[in-house]
């Protein structure tokens, strides 16, 4: 558990006063002809293969085997499967797909006649931006998952189309596949032909998720109207973190160009006064975050631009919500803070990730669970933070740094932030001007859906390499 001072856990309420200052899916009708040219051949595999699990896994490659292109948006598969009860509920989610997990929908229906091994179905789906199948391609690899809503454990051994042996991709006709509501793949359970293309009849189970916010930071400065329209805060008012008395500066965020591309630069400042210290913080406006992944590309530096070393600086990358009362219990905060001089007691450079369940800023009382690395980050690093139903976990370069228990899971949505500020001026006794700067690359964010650090790299290397600089399709909560 992580014990720090007051003065550093007292930014969280401080910071929270400054910050808080759908695309609906439309089924294109296809004509008989266009159908009757294409076919369908659907592999599957599972990588949960016991008779008991804690979530299905059903992982699918849809191929086109016709003599036309196929759009993918009227596809649609069905995995059926035997409820652990009636009155179960059930949650998909998209852990990885070729074609990007924001294309691909599933939801839960029931069968016209239930049978002993089939009395649900999942339904996979793609939305119109998931384009189109030449004739002989698939959609490559598609890891999905089911589960009950409860987290209870699931008993697959009944279920129609569960095959614990297949755990390698290989044609699998206990699924059926449907184009423009014909079924052209698979047996479905007795009775059942899914020839009906009304759809999934549960309209209490959402998709799973998918929904992203990316932001490439290629704006002109913080004046840029862009910034206010993506639903960005760059911070002027008053207030902690930090020295008291210091100035939270705009000016200071600026949209420099490093090795050929924009990065968005905040830019700590002093002359060893308050009246002198400039701070910067960068804020989402809308707290509407909560599961799903967080990831940013961050360069922190151990030594200033300019002028004599040794301040008590953190430089971050968050995500917050408001303390409504001291050690209220529906808080959450998740924390990258790196420190490069030290402070809170460190005597070096010390990075922190933690997950805050809650805390009281008076008397200071701290519930909170934290991991720590005493050792130089200066430098690109690529940080990505996932948050499931089951655990929070932090990624520094690709390698898991810290698992943090369900305990500090967040109950509502946050923000996302960066800001660079200095603790204290305890650092040093130096008078002379300095200045330190943090970088930001990126960030993104993923609704409900956990995926790896490679899977973010390939992700935004998509926006990038489609010229997309700024997506944000996640709804308010």
């Keep these: 558990m992580s014990n720090r001072p007051p003065t550093g856990r007292r930014r969280v309420a401080l910071a929270l006063s400054a910050l808080l200052g759908g695309t609906a899916l439309v089924a294109v009708p296809m004509s008989a002809p266009a159908a009757a040219a294409g076919g369908l051949a659907v592999q599957y595999r599972t990588s949960a293969s016991g008779a008991t699990a804690d979530q299905s896994e059903p992982w699918f490659k849809v191929r086109n085997t016709g003599s036309a292109s196929v759009q993918l948006s009227q596809v649609r598969i069905r ?21 990007g997990c924001a294309n691909v929908t599933g939801t839960f229906g029931t069968p016209a006649h239930p049978t002993a091994t089939a009395d649900r179905y999942l339904e996979i789906g793609f939305t119109s931006t998931a384009g189109a199948l030449a004739p002989g391609a698939d959609t490559g690899d598609m890891q ?26 290989a044609d699998w006709n206990k699924v059926t596949a449907q184009l423009a509501g014909t079924t052209v793949w698979g047996t479905a359970p007795a009775g059942n032909d899914p020839t009906d293309p009304t759809g999934p009849t549960d309209p209490t189970d959402p998709p799973g998720g998918g929904q992203a916010l990316f932001d490439d930071f290629t704006y002109a400065s913080y004046t840029d109207p862009a910034i206010s329209a993506h639903g960005w805060n760059v911070r002027s008012n008053s207030g902690g973190p930090g020295v008291p008395g210091a100035t939270w500066d705009p000016s200071k965020v600026t949209f ?3 090795s050929g591309n924009k990065v968005m630069n905040l830019q700590t ?38 002028g004599p070393d040794g301040d008590h600086l953190v430089q971050t990358f968050f995500t917050i919500n408001d303390l409504t009362a001291p050690m209220a219990d529906d808080y959450a ?39 720590e690395a005493r050792q130089s980050y200066a430098g690109w690093h690529d940080l990505v933070l ?18 943090h ?47 790896t650090p490679a899977q973010v790299a390939a992700k935004v290397a998509a926006y990038r390499g489609a010229g997309t600089g700024f997506v944000d399709e996640v709804p308010a909560p």
């Design 386 to 403: 996932t948050i499931d139903s089951g655990s929070i976990k932090y990624f520094i370069d690709g390698q898991l740094f810290g698992t």
């Design 79 to 99: 995995y059926y499967f035997k409820a652990d009860s009636a009155s179960a509920g059930y949650r998909f989610a998209c852990s990885w797909a070729v074609k």
């Design 269 to 306: 400042s002093t002359s060893g006064t308050a009246e002198s210290t400039r701070q910067t913080e960068v804020v989402s406006r809308s707290t509407k975050f909560k599961n799903g992944t967080y990831a940013a590309r961050v360069r922190f530096a151990d030594a200033p631009e300019s």
């Design 405 to 451: 228990d369900a305990q500090y899971l967040p109950e509502r949505p946050m923000s996302i932030n960066f800001n660079q500020w200095l603790i204290d001026l305890a650092g040093q006794t130096a008078t002379g001007a300095r200045a330190y700067n943090e970088q930001v690359d990126y960030v993104l964010h993923v609704k409900d859906q956990v995926l």
């Design 144 to 169: 999905l998952r089911f589960y009950q809503s409860s987290w209870q454990t699931l008993n697959q051994a009944d279920d129609y189309s569960f095959n614990g042996a297949q755990t390698s991709y």
């Design 256 to 258: 420099p160009v490093v």
């Design 333 to 371: 905060e998740y924390d990258f803070e790196y420190l490069p001089n030290g402070g809170w007691g460190e005597p070096g450079n010390i990075l922190y990730t933690t997950s805050w369940e809650t805390y009281n800023p008076d008397p200071w009382q701290a519930v909170n669970q934290h991991t």
